[in-house]
């Protein structure tokens, strides 16, 4: 099982805004990552750290941070934001341990 | 640009041994820590290990520790992974990953490879 809780599907109407959420004790103290895949594809980093965007990534994706929730914010949400959203962090057990939530699966309708 | 591309994927029965490889290009290797991350068929993703940029620091997941090696060749650019004693359940697309700054920052991935356990 994993240490960071994702809910499995969300979903947005398009050009609306969505909040995807990644708990788990360890975000008390790191911060969370998060991946973009779309089918057949192999994940994208879309914000890491505080709330940084590679280069590349549209500024309508943001991440924020509340005690042990991470969130993923899509503004505007596109047709092409339809993927999968991992989130991932260090685990919380010492061990330096690399952990991913189980993912989430977000629609645009 | 940067590229990681792996090879090495395929089918192999239980118990037995695959070694991946993933060529790395575009940037200065030997600066990065690099990581091998899978994904079951249908499934989520799944951290499996990662290594420093001199090697002098590896890590790996429960499920494969005491079965798994992670390795480097900075001269090669080519980053590896030895999995002995496979079973069923470590069947999956195993990507390479750059960490940007810190293991759990993977900036670029490869398209992966595939590894099939199965008798």
Redesign the interface.
């Known amino acids: 099982s994993s240490e960071l809780t994702q809910d499995p599907a969300v979903s947005v109407a398009l050009g609306q805004t969505v909040r995807i959420t990644c708990q788990g004790d360890s975000l008390r103290s790191y911060y969370a990552s998060w991946y973009q895949q779309k089918p057949g594809q192999a994940p994208v980093l879309v914000i890491y750290g505080k709330n940084n965007r590679p280069s590349g990534i549209p500024d309508r994706f943001s991440g924020s941070s509340s005690g042990n929730t991470a969130s993923l914010t899509i503004t505007g949400a596109q047709a092409e934001d339809e993927a999968d959203y991992y989130c991932n962090s260090r685990d919380s057990s010492g061990n330096h341990h690399v952990v991913f939530g189980g993912g989430t699966k977000l629609t645009v309708l | 640009q940067v590229q990681l591309v792996e090879s090495g994927g395929g089918l192999v029965k239980p118990g037995g041994s695959l070694r991946l490889s993933c060529a790395a290009s575009g940037f200065t290797f030997s600066d990065y820590y690099m ?1 091998w ?1 899978r994904q079951a068929p249908g499934k ?4 499996v290990s ?1 290594i420093s940029s001199s090697s002098s620091y590896t ?1 790996y ?2 499920s494969v520790k005491g079965r798994f090696t992670i390795s480097r060749d900075n001269a090669k650019n080519s980053l590896y992974l030895q999995m002995n004693s496979l079973r069923a359940e470590d069947t999956a697309v195993y ?1 390479c990953a750059r960490g ?1 700054g810190v ?10 490879t595939l590894v099939t356990v199965s008798s």
Do not use: C, F, K, P
């Open positions: 990581s991350i989520g993703l799944e951290w990662y890590n997941a429960d990507y940007n293991a759990t920052v993977s900036d670029y991935w490869g398209q992966g």
